[in-house]
T-cell receptor, first 110, second 113 residues
Framework: EDQVTQSPEALRLQEGESSSLNCSYT??????LFWYRQDPGKGPEFLFT???AGEEKEKERLKATLTKKESFLHITAPKPEDSATYLC???????????FGAGTTVTVRA | GAGVSQSPRYKVAKRGQDVALRCDPI?????LFWYQQALGQGPEFLTY????????KSGLPSDRFFAERPEGSVSTLKIQRTQQEDSAVYLC???????????FGPGTRLLVL
């Protein structure tokens, strides 16, 4: 069974204070690892897909990286509008459904 | 273009009542998924449609849950005889094909009293 563990559960940052979120996973053959952002009362919003170890993707202040066992989401010089819950999910190579972690709730104070 | 839409956004039901939740996927998306999200948790898979065919319903928690997509577009998730443990956010997602990126709707927040 696919498993995804995210840490920390919550992260409080000062504006401009860079940090990283961790997503550890076990899956029987990884097809893709997905990062989503979820604001309160809304559905998950797609950010990135990573397919193989060593791959990196960037979007504004966010950068996602992937190894064979984990993924990191780096937030560089965050702003209050980066406050959200960040969800990590894996999709196995022989499957279509996403298996999600519980998320990391990031709060950025001005 | 338009994203995935869901209705209603909020639903309050009395225990034992039947409810129906609607999902309008992105136009042209073949694959449609339903997920259930409990408070403070990540979404959990319920069921998967490819066009009008329900290919996987392994995540449906009981036989009180039923989903359909009769014309391969709009989908309805029905919960019969609702129980308090059914209270959650129900998310619909669609993708171009089965392993492509899934785009989520805003969800329906169901509260069973």
């Amino acid at each position: 069974e696919d498993q995804v563990t995210q840490s920390p559960e919550a992260l409080r940052l000062q504006e401009g204070e860079s940090s990283s979120l961790n997503c550890s996973y076990t899956v029987s053959g990884l097809r893709g690892l997905f990062w989503y952002r979820q604001d309160p009362g809304k559905g998950p919003e797609f950010l990135f897909t990573l397919y193989s170890a060593g791959e990196e993707k960037e979007k504004e202040r966010l950068k996602a990286t992937l190894t064979k066992k984990e993924s990191f989401l780096h937030i560089t010089a965050p702003k209050p509008e980066d406050s959200a819950t960040y969800l990590c999910a894996v999709q196995a190579s022989n499957d279509y459904k996403l298996s999600f972690g519980a998320g990391t709730t990031v709060t950025v104070r001005a | 273009g338009a994203g995935v839409s869901q209705s209603p956004r909020y639903k309050v039901a009395k225990r034992g009542q039947d409810v129906a939740l609607r999902c309008d996927p992105i136009s042209g998306h073949v694959s449609l998924f339903w997920y259930q999200q409990a408070l403070g948790q990540g979404p959990e898979f319920l069921t998967y449609f490819q066009n009008e065919a329900q290919l996987d319903k392994s995540g449906l928690p009981s036989d009180r849950f039923f989903a359909e997509r009769p014309e391969g577009s709009v989908s309805t998730l029905k919960i019969q005889r609702t129980q308090q443990e059914d209270s959650a956010v129900y998310l619909c997602a669609s993708s171009l094909w089965r392993q492509e990126t899934q785009y989520f709707g805003p969800g329906t927040r169901l509260l069973v009293l």
